[in-house]
T-cell receptor, first 114, second 114 residues
Framework: KNQVEQSPQSLIILEGKNCTLQCNYTVSPFSNLRWYKQDTGRGPVSLTIMTFSENTKSNGRYTATLDADTKQSSLHITASQLSDSASYICVVSGGRGSQGNLIFGKGTKLSVKP | DSGVTQTPKHLITATGQRVTLRCSPRSGDLSVYWYQQSLDQGLQFLIQYYNGEERAKGNILERFSAQQFPDLHSELNLSSLELGDSALYFC?????????????FGPGTRLTVL
């Protein structure tokens, strides 16, 4: 069964600290993996999109890694800021990347405290 | 601002009623997607349109329907509303209908069914 599981479910860190969020998937075949940031009550915003051949991608203080062999991805946030408080959603696209094969994780809720 | 607009922002209605949610995609985007996000739940893909034609269907109830018009705006119709339909409804748009194409999300419509 195609699934995307994220851990931890929630995380509290102090401002300035780093953190890493995990995503494991069983989607097959695989096309690409995306990380989104969603502020409470707002629409998700794309952080990174990685295809099979990419194993790391950065967007400012956000760095995503992908291991297609173990079907794992991580999102590393460096020097966290209060504005990083949000849900982070891992999404895996299967097949030819068609929408019908987009599998969403439930997200990790990150709280950054001063 | 993603460039995707959704109206209305909030909608309060009663069980059994019918509502229409509207979405205007980013300029140049041909594909529109609809998602439902219930309280503390992950995003659920409902349906996708590309240049006026339905491209993919997700977990969309029979009471729900959508269409994309020649000017590319889309409407999601929800009928015979139930309490459980209360949720945030997001629209997203992208240039293509499949592949590694970034989706841009609107601000959402919050539907409350009383």
């Amino acid at each position: 069964k195609n699934q995307v599981e994220q851990s931890p479910q929630s995380l509290i860190i102090l401002e300035g600290k780093n953190c890493t969020l995990q995503c494991n998937y069983t989607v097959s075949p695989f096309s690409n993996l995306r990380w989104y940031k969603q502020d409470t009550g707002r629409g998700p915003v794309s952080l990174t999109i990685m295809t099979f051949s990419e194993n790391t991608k950065s967007n400012g203080r956000y760095t995503a890694t992908l291991d297609a062999d173990t079907k794992q991805s991580s999102l590393h946030i460096t020097a966290s800021q209060l504005s990083d408080s949000a849900s982070y959603i891992c999404v895996v696209s299967g097949g030819r990347g068609s929408q019908g094969n987009l599998i969403f994780g439930k997200g990790t809720k990150l709280s950054v405290k001063p | 601002d993603s460039g995707v607009t959704q109206t209305p922002k909030h909608l309060i209605t009663a069980t059994g009623q019918r509502v229409t949610l509207r979405c205007s995609p980013r300029s140049g985007d041909l594909s529109v997607y609809w998602y439902q996000q219930s309280l503390d739940q992950g995003l659920q893909f409902l349906i996708q349109y590309y240049n006026g034609e339905e491209r993919a269907k997700g977990n969309i109830l029979e009471r729900f329907s959508a269409q994309q018009f020649p000017d590319l705006h889309s409407e999601l119709n929800l009928s015979s509303l139930e309490l459980g339909d209360s949720a945030l409804y997001f629209c997203a748009s992208s240039v293509a209908w499949a592949g590694v194409n970034e989706q841009f999300f609107g601000p959402g419509t919050r539907l409350t069914v009383l």
